[in-house]
């Protein structure tokens, strides 16, 4: 389908097409349709840019990931199709591993993504052959790699997970969620949340590695973070 650059909900609709794309093509699951259509409603609760709060929870993950021994990033279906390129430069970027988890886990979507990733650039993807389980989860979701999310200490998990992350974190692991709903167990369990779309984040954590900015991590309140961000949905709704 081809959108009209002039339709006022222009991005809106390129991204449905993409996620559209991505379930035609085996990388999405039929949830992750719905899952995105959730998002997006979040989305306009925050008015469809990147607040404040979201770039200081972005300038904080990244002090982590850049500072860590270990540092995984968390790729499923959905954002394997919507910013296959992005996720994979960021990795380069944080001198990160990507790593394949799915809730919907077949082998097939399993090697589909890795395709998408490669194709991307990516050259070692963990997770599509795991020898490791994440501890308190039962379902395929705790299959992981040993070298990459078992033994990470730090671990990025874009789009929300909420049981996968309270694992993780009873693993001793620092999580950084990226979630544009605030109340989800997701973005109160991690260590760090941001509260923004997906596609306008992370090529801005690209963008603020490269720049070589000094970041500050003191005094950094997730809590405080998740406050703004429901203030800000507040305000939105008053509007109208």
């Given at each position: 389908?081809?959108?009209?650059?002039?339709?006022?909900?222009?991005?809106?609709?390129?991204?449905?097409e993409r996620i559209i794309e991505g379930w035609?093509?085996?990388?999405?699951?039929?949830?992750?349709?719905?899952?995105?259509?959730?998002?997006?409603?979040?989305?306009?609760?925050?008015?469809?840019?990147?607040?404040?709060?979201?770039?200081?929870?972005?300038?904080?993950?990244?002090?982590?990931?850049?500072?860590?021994?270990?540092?995984?990033?968390?790729?499923?279906?959905?954002?394997?199709?919507?910013?296959?390129?992005?996720?994979?430069?960021?990795?380069?970027?944080?001198?990160?591993?990507?790593?394949?988890?799915?809730?919907?886990?077949?082998?097939?979507?399993?090697?589909?993504?890795?395709?998408?990733?490669?194709?991307?650039?990516?050259?070692?993807?963990?997770?599509?052959?795991?020898?490791?389980?994440?501890?308190?989860?039962?379902?395929?979701?705790?299959?992981?790699?040993?070298?990459?999310?078992?033994?990470?200490?730090?671990?990025?998990?874009?789009?929300?997970?909420?049981?996968?992350?309270?694992?993780?974190?009873?693993?001793?692991?620092?999580?950084?969620?990226?979630?544009?709903?605030?109340?989800?167990?997701?973005?109160?369990?991690?260590?760090?949340?941001?509260?923004?779309?997906?596609?306008?984040?992370?090529?801005?954590?690209?963008?603020?590695?490269?720049?070589?900015?000094?970041?500050?991590?003191?005094?950094?309140?997730?809590?405080?973070?998740?406050?703004?961000?429901?203030?800000?949905?507040?305000?939105?709704?008053?509007?109208?």
């Amino acid at each position: 389908m081809e959108i009209p650059k002039s339709h006022p909900r222009y991005v809106s609709l390129l991204l449905r097409e993409r996620i559209i794309e991505g379930w035609k093509e085996g990388i999405v699951a039929d949830a992750g349709l719905l899952a995105h259509g959730r998002g997006e409603a979040f989305d306009y609760l925050i008015g469809e840019i990147t607040q404040p709060f979201a770039l200081h929870a972005m300038k904080v993950a990244l002090h982590h990931m850049l500072n860590a021994k270990n540092s995984v990033i968390s790729v499923n279906g959905n954002v394997c199709a919507l910013c296959a390129g992005d996720i994979v430069k960021l990795a380069r970027a944080t001198n990160s591993k990507l790593e394949i988890n799915l809730f919907y886990r077949t082998e097939a979507r399993v090697q589909k993504i890795a395709e998408k990733l490669r194709e991307a650039g990516a050259e070692k993807i963990f997770g599509v052959n795991p020898d490791a389980r994440i501890p308190g989860l039962e379902h395929l979701r705790a299959l992981c790699s040993r070298d990459g999310m078992y033994t990470a200490d730090v671990v990025f998990v874009p789009l929300e997970d909420g049981d996968r992350v309270e694992a993780l974190k009873k693993m001793g692991k620092f999580v950084i969620a990226l979630d544009l709903n605030p109340l989800s167990r997701t973005a109160r369990s991690a260590d760090v949340t941001i509260v923004d779309n997906l596609v306008r984040a992370v090529p801005k954590m690209v963008e603020i590695v490269k720049s070589g900015e000094k970041l500050e991590i003191e005094g950094y309140d997730n809590g405080a973070i998740l406050g703004a961000a429901k203030k800000k949905i507040w305000e939105v709704l008053s509007e109208h």
